[in-house]
């Protein structure tokens, strides 16, 4: 089986820009979780998916957003980016038939660079 | 709220050596635990896993164990090699599907 998607995998932007990643879960999978990692404040939840719904959301600004599709395939969306923003982000699938329990499997990471 | 506290890196050993990466937790109820990996440039790989306490997770040579009366999932390996060598976060899981990290160890293995 395939493993999590994430395109693209690097990035460069503007500060005030605004840029979408995309990731493809595990086929079967119907949560997405994503994560901001960043040498300063580690890995933080940004927000996480289940049928198309936002279900739990982590302590970051409106400028952060993100949606599901039906195949659950799913983006996130930064809009008026920030130096800070630069990070690599990390999206995460699971089945779900087991809520707390869920092992999250992680892609490889959307590296961003704010200039 | 729920947090996981790591020993702090960087940790260096020689090969074949002993590893403990030390991991404590606190949490409401009983989260399920996990240790993951992250080897450079890339994402995370689930290491290892406990969901309930007295469980204990193992993987390639790694074990924890859930100890609810101390609050820790410490890692453990009993002969480390050089393809160890990896940044180890613990995990625990907060709600429908958020995890919350620990600080992460940066784990280097001289030959």
């Known amino acids: 089986k395939a493993g999590v998607t994430q395109t693209p995998r690097y990035l460069i932007k503007t500060r005030g820009q605004q840029v979408t990643l995309s990731c493809s879960p595990i086929?079967?999978?119907?949560?997405v979780s994503w994560y901001q990692q960043t040498p300063g404040q580690g890995l933080q939840f940004l927000f996480e998916y289940f049928s198309e719904t936002q279900r739990n959301k982590g302590n970051f600004p409106g400028r952060f957003s993100g949606r599901q599709f039906s195949n659950s395939r799913s983006e996130m969306n930064v809009s008026t980016l920030e130096l800070g923003d630069s990070a690599l982000y990390l999206c995460?699938?699971?089945?779900?038939?087991?809520?707390?329990?869920?092992?999250?499997?992680f892609g490889p990471g959307t590296r961003l660079l704010v200039l | 709220g729920n947090s996981v506290t790591q020993m702090e890196g960087p940790v260096t050993l020689s090969e074949e050596a002993f590893l403990t990466i030390n991991c404590t937790y606190t949490a409401t109820g009983y989260p399920s635990l996990f240790w993951y990996v992250q080897y450079p440039g890339e994402g995370l790989q689930l290491l290892l896993k406990?969901?309930?306490?007295?469980d204990k997770g193992s993987n390639k040579g790694f074990e924890a164990t859930y100890r609810k009366e101390t609050t820790s999932f410490h890692l453990e390996k009993g002969s480390v090699q050089v393809s160890d060598s990896a940044v180890y976060f613990c995990a625990l899981i907060q709600g429908a599907q958020k995890l919350v990290f620990g600080q992460g160890t940066r784990l280097t293995i001289n030959p």
């Open positions: 995460a699938s699971s089945l779900e038939d087991r809520p707390y329990q869920e092992t999250q499997y």
């Open positions: 406990a969901t309930k306490a007295d």
């Open positions: 086929s079967g999978h119907r949560s």
